[in-house]
Nanobody
Framework: VQLQASGGGSVQTGGSLRLSCAASGLTFSLFRMGWFRQAPGMERELVAAISWSGGSTYYVDSVKGRFTISRDNAKNTVFLQMNSLKLEDTAIYSC????????????????WGQGTLVTVSS
């Protein structure tokens, strides 16, 4: 299984980025997908998640109204649209695949990809 995240970069506060995660080696439509982030010195946190069908989503409170998770099962890809970025959004963002039968907010995942760095500056 491979999960390849891309789309990170440097942006000023208030700016936007769109992360993508391309999955291979698994039946993508059978998996719940999530985006995690880890900032220096901080624990990894689940930022957003989406059910296998796309019908249910989860967001951590700090990103609600700013981030949007979506997926394209035909292209085996999950996205994270990040708007109104803040300094505290600076982190390495990784995507993960989890069992679809678990609740969308569950932090339990089976497969992890390499991260992509998002740096927000003033």
């Amino acid at each position: 299984v491979q999960l390849q995240a891309s789309g990170g970069g440097s942006v000023q506060t208030g700016g936007s980025l769109r992360l993508s995660c391309a999955a291979s080696g698994l039946t993508f439509s059978l998996f719940r997908m999530g985006w995690f982030r880890q900032a220096p010195g901080m624990e990894r946190e689940l930022v957003a998640a989406i059910s296998w069908s796309g019908g249910s989503t989860y967001y951590v409170d700090s990103v609600k109204g700013r981030f949007t998770i979506s997926r394209d099962n035909a292209k085996n890809t999950v996205f994270l649209q990040m708007n109104s970025l803040k300094l505290e959004d600076t982190a390495i963002y990784s995507c993960a695949a989890g069992i679809r039968t678990m609740h969308v907010s569950s932090p339990a995942y089976l497969y992890w990809g390499q991260g992509t760095l998002v740096t927000v500056s003033s």
